[in-house]
């Protein structure tokens, strides 16, 4: 059957191009401008530079398919990362199978691609029949010629899978799961407690006045906590800043579009079309505005005001938020509860205002945009009268942050860089933005000249907890001789709050010695001091109901099921993380995938 499917005629049209896992080989080849053709390997394999990037470009072309629109720097790396990282896993299970002996047969792999298609085939609608896969349908389409294309990437799939499927049973064949740790896991989910808590934080119970700190205890603390101090890789940015300054033409210019809007809908025009081909928020926008219900209270105060007041099944003037201007329909009301619909105009860049910060962005691209030159931002700053100010020093891994403004993708694009080079325009909804590398620090401990401000900080903290831990000696003295929680907390200003009921696993308390001691203790005692490295604790159990044993013997059977399932799951998982810690790994991703500038340099473009 296996050479049938292979012999099959050309297919017509292709229909499951979301199964296409041999990559076409059509994106860019940055090796004629890196000079490298590889990279990186995996236990010693090379992974072929074309092949990472084809692999790469097909992901991000399904994404675009999905949610149209750009893809900024930060979802590309997301992607690029992603697709590394299955590159890396589908090596380790190959070595694995080699290793185990482990292989489909062809026999094997007919019946998976005639009786078990993978989930894209499941959702196909041609293989549809009043709603529903039609196994029949699939079958017969398996068997002509309009398969024969697409048959050995079904082949490929299923022999994965059948593969990967013997490979974890195997790991996960001798699992066991006791009834004393199905109990154990039954009761971590319905058993509950109700609680008192008192935190005593150090930074805000001690006054920063009741500490001193010394030049000698800083050195003493940074010699001996250094580690503490250890810093990923960090980059220091300078940029230059278009401000999006909002006008009062532009609000204007909002509202009049609004309106212009409503009167289309009172001409005539449905509400569900009108906004999914003008409304800003495109979540809501996709399904015709519905917004669904809400609570009052849960909107915008403006958007919630206009809405609780408006007549049903009447289209609102234009109502001002934060987000912009809406066009508010409420198709129903119960109570505190409303049904609504919206159309949301933004207030954007308009007219004359909108015409300068063009030409001045122009004027931008032109002069700095994605240079080498770093004199290029000068020269543009001096040109557009504008400010070079310096970001916060960025840390690998994270955003870059200009004031009190967090900017996307600048971040990314800072560690491919090199010293010097100028960033393309990074759009934001307050400026557009133009960074240019600095200097970049190399990961390691940073000198105590560079991170005093921090280090005394951290003394002083120490020094705090001190302190908060005689204030919290304090409060359980005031507990022993009778005072209650609350009292004793109001009569120290200190903070006191109850919690609950709520299980082990859906605490409302995120450190898990509380959440311990809160499980441990009987009702009506308290703690005694409980240390986090956030602060001091003390909390007392106001309620606490078991678990029903009884009610678990009645569900033991179905539990066991689930227990031994999850059971093996996570020893899959475990398995997975194993290998892939034990996988030789050499990642030249960065040095080889420069950026745009880059290219365009080493191609004398």
Do not use: C
């Not at 009786?115 to 079958?139: H, I, M, S």
């Not at 009062?248 to 999914?276: C, M, N, S, W, Y």
């Not at 770093?374 to 891994?397: E, F, I, N, S, Y």
């Not at 933005?433 to 000198?447: E, K, N, T, Y």
């Amino acid at each position: 059957m296996m050479d049938a499917f292979r012999g099959s005629k050309k297919i017509a049209a292709v229909i499951f191009t979301v199964l296409m896992l041999l990559f076409v080989l059509t994106s860019v080849d940055y090796s004629k401008f890196t000079g490298a053709d590889s990279v990186g390997k995996i236990n010693g394999d090379k992974v072929s530079l074309r092949t990472y990037q084809a692999a790469v470009q097909q992901q991000l072309d399904q994404q675009r398919r999905a949610a149209p629109g750009q893809l900024g720097l930060e979802e590309t790396q997301q992607v690029r990362d992603q697709v590394w990282e299955g590159m890396i896993q589908d090596k380790v299970l190959e070595d694995e199978y080699a290793r185990r002996g482990i292989a489909a047969t062809d026999d094997e792999v007919v019946e998976a691609m005639r009786n078990d298609p993978p989930p894209e085939v499941l959702r196909t609608p041609e293989f549809q029949t009043n709603g529903r896969f039609d196994l029949a349908k699939y079958q017969r389409w398996l068997a002509s010629a309009a398969a024969a294309p697409l048959v050995p990437v079904l082949e490929a799939q299923a022999r994965e899978n059948i593969r990967r499927g013997k490979l974890f049973r195997l790991v996960a064949a001798d699992v066991y799961v006791s009834d004393a740790a199905l109990w154990e896991h039954y009761r971590d989910q319905h058993e509950t407690v109700k609680i008192g808590l008192t935190p005593i934080i150090p930074r805000m119970a001690v006054a920063d006045s009741a500490v001193s700190v010394t030049p000698a205890e800083v050195e003493q603390y940074y010699q001996q906590h250094k580690r503490d101090f250890e810093r990923p890789k960090t980059a220091y940015l300078s940029y230059v800043a278009l401000p999006r300054v909002i006008t009062a033409q532009d609000t204007a210019a909002a509202r009049q579009h609004a309106e212009e809007l409503r009167q289309e809908i009172a001409g005539g025009a449905p509400f569900a079309d009108v906004a999914k081909r003008e409304s800003a928020d495109t979540v809501s926008g996709n399904r015709g505005g519905d917004l669904g219900w809400w609570k009052r209270g849960q909107m915008d105060p403006s958007f919630d005001s206009a809405a609780f007041a408006l007549p049903l099944n009447t289209v609102s003037q234009p109502v001002l938020s934060s987000f912009g201007f809406h066009l508010i329909e409420v198709t129903a009301r119960k109570g505190d509860s409303a049904q609504a619909r919206h159309i949301l105009v933004p207030i954007e860049l308009s007219g004359a205002n909108r015409d300068r910060l063009d030409a001045q962005a122009d004027t931008l691209d032109k002069l700095a945009a994605e240079q080498m030159d770093p004199a290029a931002l000068d020269t543009a700053a001096k040109a557009l009268h504008l400010k070079v100010g310096k970001a916060l020093p960025v840390q690998k891994g994270t955003r870059v942050q200009v004031g009190p403004l967090v900017v996307p993708d600048a971040g990314v694009w800072a560690f491919q860089a090199k010293k010097g080079e100028i960033s393309p325009i990074i759009e934001t909804s307050n400026a557009l933005f133009v960074f240019r590398l600095d200097s970049v620090q190399a990961a390691g401990i940073p000198p105590l000249s560079a991170i005093r401000p921090e280090v005394e900080l951290s003394v002083r903290d120490q020094k705090k907890f001190a302190a908060a831990r005689e204030k919290g000696q304090e409060y359980l003295k005031r507990l022993s001789e009778g005072a209650s929680m609350a009292d004793a907390a109001k009569a120290m200003n200190l903070p006191y709050r109850e919690f609950g009921p709520f299980t082990r696993t859906e605490p409302p308390l995120p450190n898990p010695a509380l959440v311990g001691a809160a499980f441990s203790l009987p009702k009506g005692a308290h703690s005694d001091l409980i240390d986090t490295k956030e602060g001091l604790y003390v909390l007392q159990v106001v309620e606490h109901t078991p678990a029903d044993s009884a009610e678990f013997a009645k569900k033991l059977d179905d539990l066991r099921v689930q227990g031994i399932q999850a059971a093996r799951q996570d020893r899959v998982r475990a398995f997975l993380t194993s290998l892939r810690k034990q996988a030789k790994v050499v990642d030249r991703r960065d040095a080889v995938l420069g950026t745009e500038a880059q290219s365009r340099t080493a191609s004398g473009i």
